[in-house]
């Protein structure tokens, strides 16, 4: 029995152009629509791109780390009450909020965001995004 | 924080197993579940990464017994061992009763094993805990690697390095094998217990 | 070490007798499982069950849950505050015919209902909001 080494690669792999258009979509239909700061994590929790708006300072390695445990800890209490998944995960605060979309298996796009944008036009953006996003592996 | 259910005459506590990064924790509670699958009720709950990999945590119940008349609900967790997942992990730590700490005997993991031990005591300390008075186990996992001629630490070194202050029960461990699991598991429940019933008195 | 460390084991900061208990859990009993949901738990937020009801047609593991349900809460709750916010709404889960419905009864307890489509969201709302100030004024 010989254990592994500490280090694990992801599943995936993303050139530099991959994640060049990654993060132009995050800036032009995200950022440029009034988002704070989105972040596209994969399921372990690191961060694959992020953008902002320049005005934030929040700990988006702990927001990344906690959000992928999160989603993983939704998902199992799904599992256990016999549910495929649960809907979008989308948490109101007085001045932020933060909204979760799964991109695929292996990505959660995170999208936080304040009173200037509405749920409605960030759902709608953060579909087209995701569409996009998706696009780029196509 | 462990809870006594006056009505029903259960308790339930709760015990962490903390550590570094593929230090054995997970495979502790592998070999618990494997071990006694004929009293646990329910499925081990694990929230891992695809690379298999703890993201949030292991969880086992365990029912062993009646203690002064209670049926004691133990409840087994892991923490993530990555460094990243400290906001995750110090989480986990919410309301423990005791805990055990997995070091990874290889001679290379040594300065991991002293970090982990030293991040556990701060993580505790958030919760105004001290490590010191937390009931607390020491296992050193993976002796099975010596037959592979992989070089690992003598006990003697891992008690120096990580008990010389601490100075509780220490196993030699193979989470693998299962050398010292049951062991190791049954110390850290019996010393919680008996806290637990200090104060119950 | 100061004396601002909690002893070695510490039980939880409130105590239920036997009495309250029984208060607890007709509440959940008369005012969430008669109104037709699913299962109720009442759990603390080291996510050990303080109190359970349910329609008698339930089987989840509900210990998995509770463990889980504290953990979503407590990530939830930390997410909050690193975008510097007190707490966020109330936690809500829809699935394709069981959902979850949380809500923080005070610091110590959350209140985790398990209910299907029978039930509308408005509905459980109101009651488990009577049902938490009930649970409060047990104390």
């Known amino acids: 029995m010989v254990y592994e080494d500490d280090m694990t690669f992801t599943d995936y792999t993303l050139g530099q152009e991959e994640l060049e258009r990654i993060e132009n979509i995050l800036e032009e239909d995200l950022v440029k629509s009034g988002v704070h700061s989105v972040l596209l994590i994969d399921m372990a929790g690191n961060i694959i791109a992020q953008r902002d708006n320049g005005s934030c300072d929040h700990d988006l390695y702990s927001l990344a780390a906690l959000a992928s445990a999160n989603f993983a800890a939704v998902d199992t209490m799904a599992k256990i009450v016999g549910e495929e998944e649960f809907s979008l995960l989308f948490h109101k605060g007085e001045s932020e909020s933060i909204h979760f979309s799964k991109v695929n298996t292996e990505f959660l796009l995170i999208t936080i965001f304040g009173k200037e944008v509405s749920l409605g036009l960030l759902r709608l953006k953060v579909a087209e995004a995701v569409q996009k996003i998706n696009d780029v592996w196509a | ?201």
């Open chain 2, 1 to 201: 924080m462990a809870f006594v259910n006056m009505k029903t005459k259960e308790v339930q506590a709760k015990i962490v197993y903390y550590g570094p990064g593929r230090g054995g924790k997970t495979t502790n509670l592998e070999y618990i579940y494997s071990k006694f699958r004929d009293r646990i009720k329910s499925d081990m709950v694990s929230i891992k990464t695809h690379g298999d990999r703890t993201l949030f945590f292991d969880f086992l119940p365990f029912d062993i017994g009646k203690i002064m008349g209670y049926d004691v609900k133990v409840q087994l967790y892991t923490v993530p061992g990555q460094v990243k997942y400290d906001a995750t992990r110090r989480l986990v730590l919410k309301g423990v009763d005791g805990m055990v700490f997995v070091g990874d005997s290889q001679v290379e993991q040594r300065k991991k094993n002293i970090l982990s031990l030293k991040n556990l005591q701060e993580n505790l300390a958030s919760y105004k805990k001290s490590i010191f008075k937390v009931p607390l186990v020491l296992q050193y996992n993976k002796r099975d690697l010596e037959k592979e001629g992989v070089p690992l630490l003598p006990v003697e070194t891992l008690e120096k390095d990580l008990n010389s202050q601490l100075k509780v029960p220490s196993f030699s461990a193979s989470a693998v094998t299962g050398e010292n699991v049951v062991p190791t598991m049954k110390k850290i429940i019996s010393l919680t217990m008996t806290s637990l019933q200090n104060v119950m008195k």
